[in-house]
């Protein structure tokens, strides 16, 4: 089993985490370990209302890592926080592509990028429905995407 490594720093509102080594079913749980008190943090501190992931030294990712950041992806959401990724590898980028979720959770070429957007105060989450949108009569896009994953009654598994 590989060792994660994880480095935490907090930039303007952002919360940035960056880890190292590849995260696949062995070492997740370092991961979530780490991850949940970051959170807990968070949670208790509105001020901090953002966190980035950095991936600069994470060659590969399996679906159990997905799953893990997709999950804290839905847990910020719904608490109307963000989840973003950086210095994402084409791998894993792919990763994230396959399962479908590629397009739902932002990522950013490095962290400057990110805090800069996400520190902006006229930010725009890209997820949340403008009042134009909302009376639109563009039709939803289909497929399996992030609330085809929250929701069970979409679940295709």
């Known amino acids: 089993m590989e060792n994660l490594q994880f480095k935490h720093y907090r930039e303007k509102n952002v ?8 995260i696949n079913s062995t070492n997740v749980s370092q991961l ?22 950095d991936l600069n030294s994470v060659p590969t990712m399996d679906s159990s890592g997905i799953g893990l950041v997709c999950g804290k992806f839905v847990r910020l959401k ?12 084409r791998t894993v980028q792919d990763m ?14 490095n962290v400057i990028q990110a805090i800069g957007d996400l520190s ?29 994953f929250m929701d069970p009654k979409r679940r295709n598994f």
């Open 32 to 53: 979530k370990k780490f991850l949940d008190p970051v959170l807990s943090e968070m949670d208790s501190n509105p001020t901090f209302n953002s966190l980035a992931l």
């Open 120 to 148: 902006a105060p006229d930010f725009v989450d890209k997820e949340a429905p403008s009042q134009s949108s909302q009376t639109s009569a563009t039709p939803q896009k289909k497929g399996k995407g992030l609330q085809d």
């Open 15 to 22: 919360t940035i985490v960056a880890v190292s080594g590849s």
């Open 96 to 109: 994230f592509g396959i399962s479908g979720l590629g397009n739902t959770i932002p990522f950013y070429k």
């Open 78 to 89: 719904k608490q109307h926080k963000k989840l973003v990724l950086c210095n994402v590898s």
